[in-house]
């Protein structure tokens, strides 16, 4: 039995307490706020749930096997480390730190220690993303030509970072888990409309070939939209995660290339054949999730999410900050 500790029980903390709670193979022992207001609704969820508001409790505790990590992005560094050097499994909550030092890190501790680090990149578990690797995979799209993200909404403004380190994580943890080659570069635009971070942007992710991808990040939008279109050669995908149902498109659709002799030399005819929405598992994302967590620290086995994963997004973005400081130049993905 895995005995997770939790510390956070926010935004998102309700949610990793309640799937945790339900896979089997692990069970929630202490849920961790300084905010006793936090604690009266813990209480009021899990009448006889452990609670305390000091952290190092739970690190430090021998009763303690996998931490989870859902605070802001600035105490994401100090606590995972804490956890790791006192022998602990951990969970943290997107993006994994706020420094592509501090990811550099965590990855090289929880090496060095032998434990499992875990980022909570809920979206890489969703049956819809599950369902587009598997159609890339089998190649039904063909060659991959682009990768086109709108996640929008009137949002949940955060104090502590600005809109590309709140929704882009999504999308770029997607990404890496569709495409198996590496960005070389990014370009980012962003304007602050309200407060000092920026609540608007536009992103561009480079790669060595003719693929790209581009994602537009939105607070200030006055509608929700989830819409993830994925090119191909042959065929194309369309996902929209606010379906309730055929979620996932695929349509038989593209173009046709020809060439021949005299004033022009190349021909473009269009294809339109069927579109059709392949069957979607519906189990809850995070509880596949957390399940996953726990099989991976039971058989010592690596996450598709792991410290490196979590790197990765990192690194992306960073250079989109460094590509906003530059008015939206390209920057290396360092």
């Not at 021998?62 to 956890?83: C, G, R």
């Not at 990765?312 to 360092?334: H, M, T």
């Amino acid at each position: 039995m895995i005995r997770v500790g939790v510390i956070g029980y926010g935004y998102w903390g309700p949610n990793i307490v309640r799937n945790f709670s339900l896979v089997e193979g692990a069970t929630v022992e202490v849920v961790c706020d300084r905010s006793t207001e936090m604690h009266k609704k813990i209480k009021a969820q899990w009448p006889h749930m452990n609670i305390n508001t000091d952290s190092d409790e739970v690190i430090t505790s021998p009763d303690i096997d996998l931490v989870a990590i859902v605070t802001p992005v600035s105490t994401h560094f100090s606590l995972a480390k804490q956890a790791l050097l006192n022998g602990k499994h951990v969970f943290v909550e997107k993006p994994m730190t706020a420094t592509v030092e501090e990811s550099e890190e965590l990855v090289e501790l929880a090496e060095q220690k032998g434990l499992t680090l875990m980022v909570d990149h809920t979206f890489m578990f969703t049956g819809a993303v599950r369902k587009m690797k598997e159609v890339i995979e089998e190649r039904l799209l063909g060659d991959i030509y682009y990768y086109d993200s709108t996640r929008i909404n009137l949002g949940i403004f955060q104090h502590d970072i600005n809109v590309i380190w709140d929704l882009a994580p999504h999308d770029f943890s997607i990404l890496s888990y569709l495409i198996d080659e590496k960005p070389l570069s990014v370009s980012a635009s962003g304007v602050s409309h309200v407060g000092t971070r920026e609540d608007v942007a536009y992103i561009h992710v480079h790669f060595s070939n003719s693929f790209i991808a581009h994602f537009n990040v939105n607070w200030l939008s006055p509608v929700k939209v989830r819409n993830t279109l994925v090119g191909g050669e042959k065929r194309m995908l369309l996902w929209d995660d606010m379906m309730a149902d055929e979620k996932i498109r695929i349509y038989d659709k593209g173009v046709e290339v020809k060439q021949r002799e005299g004033m022009y030399d190349l021909l473009v005819s269009y294809r339109a054949g069927d579109m059709w929405a392949p069957r979607i598992e519906q189990t809850e994302a995070l509880r596949y999730e957390c399940r996953y967590c726990i099989k991976c620290i039971e058989n010592n086995t690596r996450p598709i999410n792991d410290g490196l994963n979590g790197l990765y997004v990192v690194r992306l973005l960073n250079a989109c900050d460094e590509s906003l400081k530059i008015g939206g130049g390209a920057v290396d993905v360092k």
